[in-house]
């Protein structure tokens, strides 16, 4: 039993140290609460006017989501063991989303105003996904560096699958979508389609041989479009982060102790365009 331990502790943590996470969620959380509303965190929290209302309603917002209590329960255990708990509720999402979907749950268990249970439980999982990610742009200041970028933009496309498929359940569930059929409109009753839909309507490219069937089609299309357009703003926000960070880091090498601050900025998305450019012409 030992070596099966060992074995997976090594399989899913490599050499990296479970060392403590120093500090209780719930209560750094409402640190961070009371750091915006007194501006006495450092330069970067301090906000006024909208910036602040809304720093203050995004912290507030995480403790009605099981994210915040997930942290909370294995953050007990160190820090690793948070990362990695909050790794299963990421795949455990992304499970949910595709039963939901393609088992037909979103039609079961109608006990929420005549709406679906599971439809419900879609929605929510959209809006956490949205306030959560909302969350790390406006107040990035309070997070700590992740452990690497590369595992981050795992977790945002991991994100992204579990967000169409759940637009896709709430889709169904509304009988929100159609499609012309001998120049009659038959509704989408098919997971496929209307996972089909949702992907293109990410991407801003729409073919027309699906449309919105009425007014809540329309809109749950503009706030699906809005929802990808901030999953998108989140990963540049990474990848400029990094690439000011490698910045820093070649400069501090080049320098010795000398530290230079770097700050994602024009800067920082030319040397992005630069990499991309490279990587074509390979």
Known sequence: MSTDKKFFSKLLMSSYSNEPLGHKVLSHQIQNLKDVWNNTGDAKSKAIGTERLLKMFLIIVQFI????????????????????????????????????????????????????????????????????????IINNNVFTNPISYKRNL????????????????????????????????????????????????????????ITPLNDTGKYLIIFQVLVFLLLGAL????????????????????????????????????CLFKRFRKGISR
């Open 65 to 136: 989501t099981p994210s915040i209590y997930i942290r909370a329960f294995f953050g007990r255990y160190g820090n690793l063991a948070k990362n990695l708990g909050i790794e299963l509720y990421v795949i455990f999402k992304l499970l949910c989303a595709f039963c939901i979907l393609f088992f037909g749950l979103y039609n079961n268990l109608k006990i929420i105003w005549g709406y679906s249970f599971f439809m419900c439980w879609a929605f929510f999982m959209i809006l956490e996904t949205v306030l959560y990610s909302a969350n790390l």
């Open 154 to 209: 795992i977790f945002v496309i991991l994100d992204y699958i579990e967000l169409n498929l759940d637009f896709a359940t709430v889709y169904l569930s509304l009988k929100a979508l159609k499609k012309i059929v001998s120049n009659n409109d038959v509704l989408i009753t098919k997971p496929l389609d209307s996972l089909y839909f949702s992907f293109i309507s990410s991407l801003t490219i729409g073919y027309g041989d």
């Open 235 to 270: 990963v540049i926000n990474f990848y400029s982060a990094q690439i000011a960070s490698e910045k820093e880091g070649r400069k501090s090498d080049s320098k010795g102790n000398s530290r230079s601050i770097v700050r994602p900025g024009m800067h920082s998305w030319l």
